[in-house]
Structures are given as C-alpha cells and as structure tokens.
C-alpha cells in the first residue's frame, strides 16, 4: 500500500465488475485499497457508475453479467462508497467532468501539499540569495558558451596564412604609357609581381567602390611609374581582363554596373567579405613560397 501512502489523492472509477479477490479477505483488491485510503484519512474522490450505464455496457457485450456472489459484493461495496465522497457517472463524459470537479474540489482543502512548481518552494534568505547567484552563474556560463561558440565559428570561416600561398605564384602584368599628345598608348613595359602584390595594391584603393577604369590606371601607375609620377598610363586590356577574372574567382572582389557622377554608366569594383579579410591579412602576415 505504500503508493498510496504516497500519493496526494486516492480516485476511485467503481464500473460494472467488483474484481479479483483477495483470497484471505474474501474482498476484491479494489475494495481493500479503498478502505487503506479511507482508514488513513487520505483525501478520496469516487465516480459510480449508474446502473442505466451498466445496463448498457451488458446489453452492448462490453461488460460480462455479474455473477450471483460477485454481484452482491459488488452491490455491498456500491452502498460503502455512495456513503461517503462520490458521484454516479452515467457516460465517459460525466467521467471527465467528475474528475476535473473532484481533484478541483480536494485541492482547495487547507493541509493539501501536493506537488510545488519550482518557483513557488519557500525558501530562507541564504538559500534564496545562493539559489539566485547559481542561477545567474549558470546564465553567464551559457553566454560564454554561446560567445566561445560564434568565436570559433567566425574563426573557422577566416582566412589562414596558408590560404595565401596561392598569391605568391608570379605575375607579369604589361602596362602602356602615352606622353604629351600621344593619341594612343605607344609604350609598353612588362612589370613583374605576384598576385598577393597585386590584390595588396589594389585592396585598399577598394574600401570604397572604385570605378574600373580609375582602378586600372592607378595600379598601372603604382607599379610601373610611382603613384605621383601623374604619367597617363593603364594595364593592358588583357591583362586587365585576367585580373579581373583571377579575383572574382576567388571570390575576393564583386564588379556591377553602376552610374559615375556624372551620370555615365560604368563598372565598379567593391572588395567582398572574404577580399576585406585577405586584405587584412596580407598586412599583417609575411608568407614565404614553399623551399624549392
């Protein structure tokens, strides 16, 4: 009997059968657990079904007629219960009500413990102050964790020394110069760099959008002539055409169409995510070609 020793509330659903017999009492165990409850003062609830209901369940073959001995028992047991807490129930839904109603009923009884949400166990001063401070360590615990967690992520996502390597390979860029009133660009001179020098002159010339054409002619100035030389000079037309397609396939750099300030239509270079950081990083790492 110690489960219901244990339990807040004893309900009993007495139906149409009186059930297995206890054989040195000669009582069901349904009953006994009954008069445990009642004898133990236990808060206790009962839904009797009607005879109507019981008649029914009979004629329906959902319940077997009750035996001679077994319904005089049952009928004596009915007498006991009606006597005291109940209900006659005469459908599963009086059933439902019935139990919602008499669990309503006990718990507003005065002495009920029951069972206690967390936040309504009372507690003295100091176990509510270390209650509290655990609680707000255990959500600076998961913050950090969160924090730690977007860190690595982000870390993960960056760019390493050694995705660098690729932009040591060298490079051989021709650049074409006019002078006075050259109509065309006559003088042509082969530099020798590297991507990484390239995309290093040209990163920062892209924090803002940088009109393509403007572009070309300062990184044609920077490596052949000086940046204040103020010499008309430009990247070949091909050569352009490869620089262009070496960085937007590393996805360092987008280029749309867009307006000038004068209203013309022209191409526009901006550095992406992935260009910013390469860009950080080729000034802040060294990265030296594998021994050959």
Same mark, same amino acid.
């Given at each position: 009997?110690?489960?219901?020793?244990?339990?807040?509330?004893?309900?009993?659903?007495?139906?149409?059968?009186?059930?297995?017999?206890?054989?040195?009492?000669?009582?069901?165990?349904?009953?006994?657990?009954?008069?445990?409850?009642?004898?133990?003062?236990?808060?206790?609830? *009962?839904?009797?079904?009607?005879?109507?209901?019981?008649?029914?369940?009979?004629?329906?073959?959902? *319940?077997?007629?009750? @035996?001679?001995? =077994?319904?005089?028992?049952?009928?004596?047991?009915? @007498?006991?219960?009606?006597?005291?807490?109940?209900?006659?129930?005469?459908?599963?839904?009086?059933?439902?009500?019935?139990?919602?109603?008499?669990?309503?009923?006990?718990?507003?009884?005065?002495?009920? !413990?029951? $069972?206690?949400?967390?936040?309504?166990?009372?507690?003295?001063?100091?176990?509510? =102050?270390?209650?509290?401070?655990? *609680?707000?360590?255990?959500?600076?615990?998961?913050?950090?964790?969160?924090?730690?967690? @977007?860190?690595?992520?982000?870390?993960?996502?960056?760019?390493? !020394?050694?995705?660098?390597?690729?932009? =040591? %390979?060298?490079? *051989?860029?021709?650049?074409?110069?006019? #002078?006075? &009133?050259?109509?065309?660009? /006559?003088?042509?001179?082969?530099? &020798?760099?590297? $991507?990484? /020098?390239?995309?290093?002159?040209?990163?920062?010339?892209?924090? /803002?959008?940088?009109?393509?054409?403007?572009?070309?002619?300062?990184?044609?100035?920077?490596?052949? #002539?000086?940046?204040?030389?103020?010499?008309?000079?430009? !990247? %070949?037309?091909?050569?352009?055409?490869?620089?262009?397609?070496?960085?937007?396939?590393?996805? #360092?750099?987008?280029?749309? #169409?867009?307006?000038?300030?004068?209203?013309?239509?022209?191409?526009?270079?901006?550095?992406?995510?992935?260009?910013?950081?390469?860009?950080?990083?080729?000034? %802040?790492?060294?990265?030296?070609?594998? /021994?050959?």
């Amino acid at each position: 009997m110690q489960w219901i020793k244990e339990s807040d509330v004893y309900l009993l659903i007495l139906g149409a059968r009186y059930g297995s017999i206890e054989p040195l009492t000669g009582l069901s165990y349904t009953e006994i657990e009954y008069d445990f409850a009642v004898v133990n003062g236990m808060p206790h609830f *009962a839904l009797v079904l009607s005879e109507d209901a019981v008649a029914r369940k009979e004629t329906a073959g959902l *319940a077997s007629k009750t @035996e001679a001995g =077994e319904a005089a028992k049952l009928e004596s047991f009915r @007498e006991k219960v009606l006597s005291k807490s109940s209900k006659i129930v005469d459908d599963p839904r009086d059933i439902k009500i019935g139990v919602l109603q008499s669990l309503h009923e006990i718990e507003l009884r005065p002495g009920l !413990v029951g $069972w206690l949400r967390s936040n309504e166990i009372r507690t003295d001063p100091v176990t509510a =102050e270390q209650m509290a401070a655990l *609680a707000d360590a255990n959500r600076r615990l998961r913050e950090s964790l969160e924090l730690a967690r @977007e860190e690595l992520e982000t870390a993960a996502k960056r760019p390493r !020394v050694g995705d660098l390597l690729p932009l =040591e %390979s060298p490079l *051989a860029i021709t650049v074409e110069a006019r #002078y006075g &009133n050259m109509r065309s660009y /006559a003088e042509k001179r082969t530099v &020798n760099t590297t $991507w990484r /020098a390239l995309f290093s002159a040209m990163a920062i010339k892209l924090l /803002a959008p940088t009109n393509d054409e403007t572009l070309n002619q300062q990184i044609a100035r920077e490596l052949e #002539y000086g940046s204040d030389s103020g010499i008309d000079c430009r !990247v %070949s037309e091909s050569d352009w055409e490869a620089v262009k397609a070496q960085f937007l396939s590393l996805g #360092y750099v987008d280029i749309n #169409y867009g307006a000038t300030v004068m209203k013309t239509g022209a191409l526009f270079w901006t550095l992406t995510d992935l260009g910013k950081e390469i860009g950080l990083l080729l000034r %802040s790492a060294r990265v030296t070609s594998p /021994a050959q």
